[in-house]
């Protein structure tokens, strides 16, 4: 089982990236995925939601209408469109693959630093 973060890195405030989270070992489809975030010195926190199936979608408060997750069936990744960035956003994103308690699986993250 793998999960692979990539797109992580150096932004300007108001700027956008795009992460790709990577999905193999098991059957992607099957599994809902989350991107998380943890800053320095803080708790990682949930930041988007997507169901297995793509129909229903979540976002945390302080992403709202600047961040969006999507995903590919058929490739096997799961996407964050990060939009209108700001300083607060730099943080270690995470992607997690969720079916049950207990079947859950982590990337290891890739780095977003916004800064001017």
């Known amino acids: 089982v793998q999960l692979v973060e990539s797109g992580g890195g150096l932004v300007q405030p108001g700027g956008s990236l795009r992460l790709s989270c990577a999905a193999s070992?098991?059957?992607?489809?099957?599994?809902?995925m989350r991107w998380y975030r943890q800053a320095p010195g803080k708790e990682r926190e949930s930041v988007a939601y997507?169901?297995?199936?793509?129909?229903?979608?979540w976002y945390a408060d302080f992403v709202k209408r600047r961040f969006t997750i999507s995903r590919d069936n058929d490739k096997n990744t799961v996407y964050l469109q990060m939009n209108s960035q700001k300083p607060e956003d730099t943080a270690v994103y995470y992607c997690?693959?969720?079916?049950?308690?207990?079947?859950?699986?982590w990337g290891e993250g890739t780095l977003v630093t916004v800064s001017s």
């Open positions: 997690n693959a969720f079916r049950f308690v207990g079947m859950d699986y």
């Open positions: 997507i169901s297995s199936g793509a129909s229903t979608t």
């Open positions: 070992g098991f059957t992607f489809s099957n599994y809902d």
